[in-house]
Each structure stands twice: as structure tokens, then as C-alpha cells.
């Protein structure tokens, strides 16, 4: 099982729509978790941290479960410029932070 | 948000040559940075780990004398792709954190071996 794992997609939504990824992790010690956008030929950028009791951005929505080893990445109203690759990325534990990144998933939202 | 350059942003090379790319934090101390490689619709690949003044722990798989690391001051970080092959053409993405925080990153390099 890999580390982290996402369903590549792409989700293909109206403009207006709310849509959600999740992304699996493997290590039930893991500590941190956020969620990066990235556009095409660009570099990620941060878009959420994602904790236990869960955050809310604007449109954006982020949770943990902990139980269940996954977290979730909710968008509501979604805009045509939503559309990009969101990353999860999972952090290890132990003090090392060392980052592992999930493949993304393809968001297309076409008006 | 903090700050993260690279350069060059795009480097087209000769099978054999060596290839060095520059990361740096330009508005703050970057303790620890990041390098990765990512192929086309593939994910960011972690390729090695820099703490300022120490050698880079890498991952598995991937040649320490083949992608040298330097991380010399805590503003900048060296990848320097040896010998490079077609195989090696990627999109490679430095990031970089202060004390474990958030990770910032370059804006990358696109490497064309031919």
C-alpha cells in the first residue's frame, strides 16, 4: 500500500458545484497533514493545513480522520479557476518532518 | 508568504554534461530544503533532504553521487544533476522551511537532457 494515495481523477464538475477528495494515508503515526494546489508547469502552494477538528477557508473545507487514516478536502461554489491538482501531503513522525506527497487529483470545472 | 527562487527555470543540456541548480529563501532562513523531482502527471517525488551545514540524506533510490547536494548557507542550496542522461529530464522543485514550518516552494527547473 502506498504511502499516500489519491484517486488521481479528474473530477470534471459544473461551475457552482461542490466537490471532495480524499486522500488515504498508511502511517497511523503521522502528524501533520495539509493540502497544496498546483497548476500546470507550476510549483504547489500551500492551500490549507488540515487539523482534527477540522477548518474552514472561504469555500474550502478541510477534515482528519484519524480513525479511518484519512483526510478530505471539500469545496463548495466551485470557480473555473478551482481547477488544478490538489496534493495532500502527509508529514511523518518522529521529529524528522520529512514530507510525502500524494500523486493529486485533478480538479476540471468547466462552466 | 516567504520567498523561494530558483535558477535557472529551464536548462536544455548534452548527454554527459553536469547540470547545477540554485534554490534560495530570499526573505528568510531556511534551515532545512527540500528537492524534488517530478515527472509529467506524476507526483512530486522526494529525492533529498538539506540541513544547513550537513550532508543531505536521501532517499531510496536515488544516487547521492549522481545528485549532489550542498547547503552551504541558510539561504541557499545546490542540486547538481552529474553526467546527466535523457532519463534524467524532469521538472525539479526545491522547497524550503525554517525550524519544521511550512514548506515554501522555488518556482522550479525544467531540465531537457538531449
Known amino acids: 500500500r502506498k504511502e499516500v494515495e489519491q484517486d488521481p481523477g479528474p473530477f470534471n464538475v459544473p461551475e457552482g458545484a461542490t466537490v471532495a477528495f480524499n486522500c488515504t494515508y498508511s502511517n497511523s503515526a503521522s502528524q501533520s497533514f495539509f493540502w497544496y494546489r498546483q497548476d500546470c508547469r507550476k510549483e504547489p502552494k500551500l492551500l490549507m493545513s488540515?487539523?482534527?477538528s477540522g477548518n474552514e477557508d472561504g469555500r474550502f473545507t478541510a477534515q482528519l480522520n484519524r480513525a479511518s487514516q484519512y483526510i478530505s478536502l471539500l469545496i463548495r461554489d466551485s470557480k473555473l479557476s478551482d481547477s488544478a491538482t490538489y496534493l495532500c501531503?502527509?508529514?511523518?513522525?518522529?521529529?524528522?518532518?520529512?514530507?510525502?506527497f500524494g500523486r493529486g487529483t485533478s480538479l476540471i470545472v468547466h462552466p | 508568504g516567504a520567498v523561494v527562487s530558483q535558477h535557472p527555470s529551464w536548462v536544455i543540456c548534452k548527454s554527459g554534461t553536469s547540470v547545477k541548480i540554485e534554490c534560495r529563501s530570499l526573505d528568510f532562513q531556511a534551515t532545512t530544503m527540500f528537492w524534488y523531482r517530478q515527472f509529467p502527471k506524476q507526483s512530486l517525488m522526494l529525492m533529498a533532504t538539506?540541513?544547513?551545514?550537513?550532508?543531505?540524506?536521501?532517499e531510496q533510490g536515488v544516487e547521492k553521487d549522481k545528485f549532489l547536494i550542498n547547503h552551504a548557507s541558510l539561504t541557499l542550496s545546490t542540486l547538481t544533476v552529474t553526467s546527466a542522461h535523457p532519463e534524467d529530464s524532469s521538472f525539479y522543485i526545491c522547497?524550503?522551511?525554517?525550524?519544521?514550518?511550512?514548506?515554501?516552494f522555488g518556482p522550479g527547473t525544467r531540465l531537457t537532457v538531449t
Open positions: 538539506s540541513n544547513e551545514g550537513s550532508k543531505a540524506t536521501y
Open positions: 501531503v502527509v508529514y511523518r513522525s518522529g521529529g524528522s518532518y520529512i514530507p510525502t
Open positions: 488540515v487539523y482534527s
Open positions: 522547497s524550503a522551511s525554517f525550524l519544521g514550518s511550512e514548506q515554501y
